[in-house]
């Protein structure tokens, strides 16, 4: 199945879109200037996508649009404290080649997951590896582009 979506949070944020025309109007164009954007092409059944997404598209058909509301539950869940690590500043700051990471940057662990530090001080970096979307409900508007 194709598909055109574009993804919103309930403030009305658009977080995702596979539109460029959407991405250049919400400033996501210029934010991720590498990524290309052109229509999702998705197996049900391969979990490529969240469940929530996956379990809203079934049965719909070419030329068809849909709102999917989807809960943190079928989505990225709800954050969790187990997520929350914490290094000695000293150290991780040796790790990252003599820079002491401020609040709010974000740093790629070894498995290639990403984390916003959170806190920081003499002792300890908090780091949140909680989704970035976790506890969102997440609105997708999709338009079935190809049903194969």
Known sequence: ????YTG???NDTVFDTSRESVAE???L???QPDREYA???VEIGDEQVIEGMEEGLIGLEAGE?????IPPEKAYGEPSDDQIQEFETEELTEMLGGQTPEEGTYLEAQNGSQGEVVHVDEEVVRVDF???LAGETLTFDVEIIDVN
Do not use: H, I, V
């Not at 199945?1 to 055109?4: A, G, I, P």
């Not at 649009?65 to 509301?69: D, G, N, Y």
């Open 1 to 4: 199945m194709t598909l055109e």
């Open 130 to 132: 909680n989704p970035r």
């Open 29 to 31: 164009a210029e934010a």
């Open 39 to 41: 229509p999702l092409t």
């Open 25 to 27: 109007e919400t400033g």
């Open 65 to 69: 649009t849909e709102t999917l509301t």
């Open 8 to 10: 919103q949070l309930d």
